[in-house]
């Protein structure tokens, strides 16, 4: 089955404590993209990827690292969490070029930094 | 900056009334407008792409439309299982992508 897969899909975590959240997908897509989501202001692209080892920040990259050592992986790092990293994030997955650019979206990560 | 208005924030509708959903944009050089649906606690799942002004995409009772300066999409006869958050958003030349802050529409039966 075709998918993009999250994991945790729940973190709670203490603020300073380094944290992956682990992304892979299946459809040997080029391009891969985290978001966070927070109530009233939408979803927001932190860093995005168009292949391996390219990689691009987003809107807002602050406080969060990437990789894309594999085509099929994307983690998302934070180095040192804070309270208003507090948000759910999510992964997604696309081809490039015009006619197969929709994205899949995984099931998201609830995150608590507290 | 690039940036996506959606209006309303929210949608109330009885069930079989039509309505439109509007998304405003401004982008340096759009690659594409999206459609995306959320239903609670999951992710977005897509819905059209359109690429240029005059294009339009229909699946069952949605149909999107897109001019320079904005979208819309409409839901003819709504049901029930219409009610989500329908989400809007815009890929820039950089492959950069930007959403709205999303609809969400409740179809009352």
């Known amino acids: 089955e075709a998918q993009v897969t999250q994991n945790p899909r729940y973190l709670i975590t203490v603020t300073g404590k380094k944290l992956t959240v682990t992304c892979s997908q299946n459809?040997?897509?080029?391009?891969m993209s985290w978001y966070r989501q927070d109530p009233g202001l939408g979803l927001r692209q932190i860093y995005y990827s168009m292949n391996v080892e390219v990689t691009d920040k987003g809107d807002v990259p602050e406080g969060y690292k990437v990789s894309r050592k594999e085509k099929r992986n994307f983690p998302l790092i934070l180095e040192s969490p804070s309270p208003n990293q507090t948000s759910l994030y999510f992964c997604?997955?696309?081809?490039?070029?015009?006619?197969?650019?929709?994205?899949?979206f995984g099931s998201g990560t609830q995150l608590s930094v507290l | 900056e690039d940036q996506v208005t959606q209006s309303p924030e929210a949608l109330r509708l009885q069930e079989g009334e039509s309505s439109s959903l509007n998304c405003s944009y401004t982008v340096s050089g759009l690659r594409g407008l999206f459609w995306y649906r959320q239903d609670p606690g999951k992710g977005p799942e897509f819905l059209f792409t359109l690429y240029s002004a005059g294009e339009e995409k229909e699946k069952e009772r949605l149909k999107a439309t897109l001019t320079k300066k904005e979208s819309f999409l409409h839901i003819t006869a709504p049901k029930p299982e219409d009610s989500a958050t329908y989400l809007c958003?815009?890929?820039?030349?950089?492959?950069?992508?930007?959403f709205g802050a999303g609809t969400t529409v409740t179809v009352r039966a």
């Open positions: 958003a815009v890929q820039a030349e950089d492959y950069k992508l930007s």
């Open positions: 997604a997955s696309s081809f490039l070029g015009s006619t197969n650019e929709k994205l899949f």
């Open positions: 459809m040997n897509h080029e391009y």
